[in-house]
Every structure is written in structure tokens, then in C-alpha cells.
């Protein structure tokens, strides 16, 4: 059963503005004022307007007598709109496969097959916050079993992120106000007049009279959020996207049939991509079946691919998963991601040389929903700091480790802090006790000072550690420091940590 993700993004006009001007103090308030004629009002407060009393719908004198400094912005709906569409293309190229605009603050993510990938749903969409918060926006994503439901939640529910067990959808929405169920206003405001409150209290009511008076909108947005009826997800596309589709006069379920139209779609899509100079890095396959529901499939290379035979393994190693139902009607594959990729001229040799290409069984991976990538230095003296994640195909990095001290061939993400005798401030513990077990000191070699980085973090302005390198009774070496240079306690806190352990 496919799962929701709603995206709700409560402050984008005025964190477009933020974005649009880097110059704006995050402390300065701001809040986006809507006209229509002669009445202006609030139509959005970042969180240090709202933190001084300003709300939204409230006349724009009133915001401006409550601070007089406060930034008035006049409302841009379409600026608001186009900003909304790039994030659903991001969201696109990261998440997965189909996306699309929620109204005018939100997004919604169809994740079936694309969950595993990122490490499960919690794992998901705390990285979507993360990476939300990294590019100054602000969100709340909810999962649900529907996008109705996902979609009330979020918006009613005060948490960076909701998830909504399987089977649940009851329980969670019974008790959210009607103005969730993305009913016409003016039909939310008869309701109310009825003493409809809670979607609860709606959902209990005979159909008939709801659908004379209201006609048949508030029983199908109903039926949408409890699962009852399918509300299919039309992806967002542009005219960027390189894009193949075969539609069917007769719906396909096979799995050989559908493998074979894979395989011309590849052909065709290669083709389109050849005549941009592309290679696809990120395909989806979108099946649109009969009953109105659409699956999707993701297959990913870690270079730009126009490698037909390599692309059809791809996706045909993963058609099994596809739930054909009552038929397929349509099969759409999309570069959501290409790459420019030149030609190469191969040399004829009577030689055959040995292809060292590891490419493929990174792309098994990697589909797989296992991250594969390559440690290389970066320049840091601080050792956590020293190591960096790049792609296992990235061009090899000029850099190197300094290789003057010695370092341990294990080093812990974090420090882990320990307790030690030592006679401050330049000689090693005589004892440590490091996860509840006491070692012996029996020989030293230290201490290495190490600087913070005060032009990177200002903070780091006076701090400093010392390493040992420091060998116990049963021959174990560890990698231990001491926070503070053991004198001016604004240099450190003087506690001792355990960073690595040498072989």
C-alpha cells in the first residue's frame, strides 16, 4: 500500500524573501501584507513577527503600531507560486518520483519504492526537515496512508514531522477541524453554520442530505482522506525533463509485456538524450494503471548513462515489484536528472585491455537503497573534521592527510568522554577509565596541540586540545585528549575524551 508524505511550508512568503535578500537580519520581523481595494491585512508572519504579536488577518495598521520596526512586504502570489515549483522540482530530483503542488503552501509525495532508499520513513522525512532547515526554509512533513490524511495532519498537528501508522487514518483525522478537508470556503462556513466542527462529526452523518445540499464534493473529499476513494498524484513536470510514454488501447499486466515496452521506452529515451548531449543520472518509470492509481519506479546511476542494455537491466531487474491490478493503461520514463555527457572515440587495439569499471556494481547498490561513496581528506586540523564523503565515482581529490603525527585507524564520529588522573596541564593520565573499565597508563606520548578553527567558527577563537597517544598493560593503544590547554578555562572545559584506538 503506497504511502503520503505531505509537505507543509508555513512560512514560504516570507522566507522568499529572506532567500531573495541575504542582507535581512534573521532577527528583523517581517510580515507580508495582502490588499484587496482599500483593506490591507497580514497574509504572512515569519516567527519573530509572530513572536512580537502579530498574526495573520490582522489589519496592517495594527501589525505596524504593535513594532514600528517591522517589515512590511507587499504579497507576491506568483513569486510565491514560481518558488514553490522549484522546490517541487528539487523534491523531484531527491525523493522521489511523483510530486506534486499542494495548494499554495505545500507539497505532496507519493514515496512507494522510494522510502528504502533514504533509510525507512522516520529516517526520511527528518532528512527532508534537515535539508528544509539547511536551505533556510521552514516545514512540517507528515506520512499517511493518503494524502488527505496526510495533508490535515500536517497542517493541524504543531511537530517538524508526523507519522500516521498504517491503518490509522480514523484516529488521527476524526477529531481535525472540517477547514482541513480542502472543501470550498464558502462550504466550510455552511457547515459550520450547521454545527459541523470536527471531520468526525461529518464523516457520522447520513450522505443523502449532505450531497443535496452540498452536492457530491464533501463526500468524495471524505471518501479521498479515509482511503475509500483513489486520489491519484499528477507529478509535476517541465519542459527541462526528458520524457517517453506508451499509451495502451488494451491494458498490459504481464510481466514480459511490460519488460518489452521498458525496453523501447530505454531506447527511445537514449535517443532523446543523445540529441541534448545528456546522460540520465536519475530515470523514472511512471505506471498509470486502469483503476487510476499510479506506481513508480526509481533507478539511478552513479555517472550519467546512455548505455541502453545497462538501463533496461536497471529497471527490468525491479518490474517485479510493479502491481499491474486491474492493467496498465500508460508507461511514462523520465530523466528527472541528466548530466551533459561527451562522446568518447574507443581506440581499436589487437590487445584487449582489462576494464577496471566499477560503475555497475555501484548502481546495483545504490538501487538497492545502500548509500556507496569514498572517504577523501579535506583540510582540517581537527581530526573529525579532517575526513569528507564524496560520490565513488568523483574525480580523485588532490589533498592529503598530514602524515607528520600519528593517527589511529579508528576514529570515533564523536569523542567519548572519560575519566582520568592526570597532573594538569602537560602530563599524560596515569589512569583513565573509558565504559566502565579502569586502564593502567603504562606509557605516553603527547601531548600534540591542536587549534580550534576560529575562522570558520568564532567560538573556536581560544579553544584548544591536547592528544596523547597512550599504550595500557595489555598492550592497547588509544587516542585520548584533553579539552583546554589545563589552565585558562577559556580554552576548554579540562575534560579528557577518548577519540580513537590504533591497532
Known amino acids: 500500500m503506497a504511502r503520503v508524505v505531505s509537505i507543509f511550508l508555513p512560512d514560504l512568503p516570507t522566507d522568499r524573501i529572506r532567500r531573495d535578500d541575504p542582507a535581512i537580519p534573521d532577527e528583523q520581523p517581517i510580515a507580508v501584507i495582502a490588499r484587496s481595494g482599500a483593506k490591507r491585512w497580514v497574509a504572512s508572519a515569519d516567527p519573530a513577527a509572530r513572536q512580537i504579536g502579530v498574526r495573520v488577518g490582522i ?28 522546490i517541487g522540482l528539487w523534491a523531484l530530483g531527491h525523493y522521489s518520483p511523483i510530486v506534486a503542488v499542494d495548494g499554495i503552501d505545500g507539497l505532496v509525495l507519493d514515496t512507494e519504492g522510494a522510502d528504502h532508499l533514504q533509510g525507512g520513513e522516520l529516517p526520511m522525512i527528518t532528512g527532508m526537515v534537515n535539508m528544509f532547515r539547511a536551505r533556510k526554509l521552514t516545514a512540517r512533513i507528515a506520512i499517511a496512508d493518503t494524502w488527505g490524511a496526510a495533508h490535515a495532519c500536517v ?23 472540517i477547514s482541513l478537508l480542502r472543501l470550498p470556503e464558502k462550504v466550510v462556513q455552511d457547515l459550520r453554520v450547521l454545527g459541523f466542527q470536527s471531520i468526525g462529526e461529518l464523516s457520522n452523518t447520513p ?7 452540498f452536492g457530491p464534493e464533501v463526500g468524495r473529499r471524505l471518501d479521498q482522506t479515509f482511503g475509500r476513494m483513489n486520489e491519484p498524484i499528477d507529478p509535476i513536470r517541465t519542459a527541462d525533463l526528458v520524457e517517453v510514454s506508451r499509451s495502451f488501447q488494451e491494458p498490459i499486466g504481464a510481466a514480459e509485456t511490460i519488460n518489452k515496452y521498458v525496453g523501447r521506452l530505454v531506447v527511445q529515451l537514449v535517443a532523446e538524450l543523445e540529441k541534448r548531449g545528456l546522460g540520465a543520472r536519475r530515470t523514472d518509470l511512471i505506471v498509470h494503471k486502469v483503476d487510476n492509481t499510479i506506481q513508480a519506479i526509481r533507478a539511478g546511476t552513479a555517472k550519467p548513462a546512455r548505455d541502453i542494455a545497462w538501463l533496461t537491466k536497471l529497471f527490468k531487474d525491479r518490474t517485479e515489484k510493479i502491481e499491474p491490478g486491474f492493467g496498465i493503461e500508460k508507461l511514462v520514463l523520465v530523466a528527472v536528472s541528466a548530466e551533459p555527457l561527451v562522446e568518447e572515440q574507443r581506440v581499436s587495439s589487437l590487445v584487449e585491455e582489462e576494464t577496471t569499471d566499477m560503475t555497475p556494481l555501484i548502481d546495483i547498490f545504490g538501487n538497492r537503497g545502500q548509500r556507496v561513496y569514498r572517504f577523501a581528506p579535506f583540510a582540517s586540523d581537527v581530526p573529525e573534521r579532517s575526513v569528507q564523503r564524496i560520490s565513488a565515482v568523483a574525480e580523485a581529490v588532490e589533498e592529503t592527510w598530514v602524515g607528520h603525527w600519528r593517527r589511529p585507524v579508528r576514529l570515533f564520529d564523536r569523542p567519548e568522554q572519560i575519566q582520568a ?9 596515569a589512569t583513565i577509565t573509558w565504559r566502565g573499565k579502569r586502564h593502567r597508563v603504562t606509557r605516553a606520548d603527547g601531548p600534540e596541540r591542536i587549534f580550534g578553527e576560529w575562522w570558520r567558527r568564532p567560538n573556536e577563537l581560544e579553544a584548544v586540545r591536547d592528544y596523547f597517544v597512550i599504550e595500557n598493560d595489555d598492550g592497547e593503544r588509544f587516542w585520548i585528549f584533553r579539552s583546554g590547554d589545563g589552565v585558562d578555562p577559556e580554552t576548554g572545559s579540562h575534560k579528557w575524551f577518548m577519540h580513537g584506538i590504533f591497532a
Open 59 to 86: 489589519p496592517a495598521a495594527k501589525a505596524q503600531a504593535i513594532f514600528q520596526g517591522l517589515m512590511l512586504v507587499d504579497a507576491d502570489p506568483i513569486a510565491d507560486a514560481l518558488a514553490l515549483d522549484r
Open 155 to 177: 497542517r493541524a498537528i504543531n511537530r517538524d514531522t508526523v507519522i500516521v501508522p498504517r491503518g490509522e487514518i480514523v484516529r488521527a483525522v476524526e477529531k481535525l477541524p
Open 207 to 213: 450522505r443523502a442530505p449532505l450531497a443535496l445540499r
Open 421 to 429: 588522573i592526570a597532573m594538569m596541564p602537560d602530563y599524560p593520565p
